[in-house]
């Protein structure tokens, strides 16, 4: 299977991410900010509709804590 096809989940590296809350503001769909503007990930699937935005919440993170993984399964 082409890796460009195959399912993507979202991943937050906590060690990196200092509550910013960009990725909450461009993807609001899959990502909550908590009191502190840190990401609570509804759900790490991402749905196909919604992968460009993805694409992007994670490219304009400013720590680069956000990343859209392809699954491995």
Known sequence: MNPANRAKT???DRIACT??????ELL?????LD????????DRSVPDHLRAHARRA???CPLLALH????RT
Do not use: T
């Open 68 to 71: 859209l993984d392809a699954d």
């Open 35 to 42: 009191e502190w503007g840190y990401p609570i990930v509804k």
């Open 10 to 12: 979202l991943r937050i």
């Open 58 to 60: 994670a490219a304009a």
């Open 19 to 24: 509550g910013q809350g960009l990725c909450g």
């Open 28 to 32: 609001p769909e899959l990502i909550d």
